[in-house]
T-cell receptor
């Protein structure tokens, strides 16, 4: 069964400094990777989706996928205090016409002014 | 605007009681999903559906039933609630495509005493 692990569990960065989050998955046939942000007490907001090795940029968020090493990273450029939230990685394996996501446990990001 | 709504937003139930969580989507999506979120576990898939009349077991279905009476509505049913089912529950909808985005509702906080 797919296992998804995120590191670090928590991260504190200064406003404007790059933040880098790591997600490790266990199944190399995984083909669908997403990063979500969740502010406290709120729902999930998709940040970036990536389906092939390399980089995908969406605004200040860049996902970097390396399936050979079983890693997908999220880099946040010039984070603001409003980016303080729980960040979740989700991974899916092709299984017909559905999209069953397996989530990591999350990284809590704190951005200090 | 397309949306996923959940009701109730907060629920307190007693052990052994029956609980029904409801989800409605105006996205006209075929697929719908129920997840629970617990600290340290990220989100875990309970049940999902491909369309009206269909329900499938996810990764942690024990103690839960699901019902999809229409394209728009998907319910999660706890016939005999237990304290271990205290959690935050999220509903999501998505197109029937492996790479389709999932859109999440705001969540329901359930406490079982």
């Amino acid at each position: 069964q797919q296992k998804v692990q995120q590191s670090p569990e928590s991260l504190t960065v200064s406003e404007g400094a790059m933040a880098s989050l790591n997600c490790t998955f266990s199944d190399r046939s995984s083909d669908n990777f997403r990063w979500y942000r969740q502010h406290s007490g709120k729902g999930l907001e998709v940040l970036v989706s990536i389906f092939s090795d390399g980089e995908k940029e969406e605004g200040s968020f860049t996902a970097h996928l390396n399936r050979a090493s079983l890693h997908v990273f999220l880099h946040i450029r010039e984070p603001q205090p409003s980016d303080s939230a729980l960040y979740l990685c989700a991974v899916s394996i092709p299984t017909g016409g559905n999209n069953k996501l397996t989530f990591g446990q999350g990284t809590v990001l704190s951005v200090i002014p | 605007e397309a949306a996923v709504t959940q009701s109730p937003r907060n629920k307190v139930a007693v052990t052994g009681g029956k609980v029904t969580l409801s989800c409605n989507q105006t996205n006209n999506h075929n697929n719908m999903y129920w997840y629970r979120q617990d600290t340290g576990h990220g989100l875990r898939l309970i049940h999902y559906s491909y369309g009206a009349g269909s329900t499938e077991k996810g990764d942690i279905p024990d103690g839960y039933k699901a019902s999809r009476p229409s394209q728009e509505n998907f319910s999660l049913i706890l016939e005999l609630a237990t304290p271990s089912q205290t959690s935050v529950y999220f509903c999501a909808s998505g197109d029937r495509d492996f790479y389709a985005e999932q859109f999440f509702g705001p969540g329901t906080r359930l406490t079982v005493l």
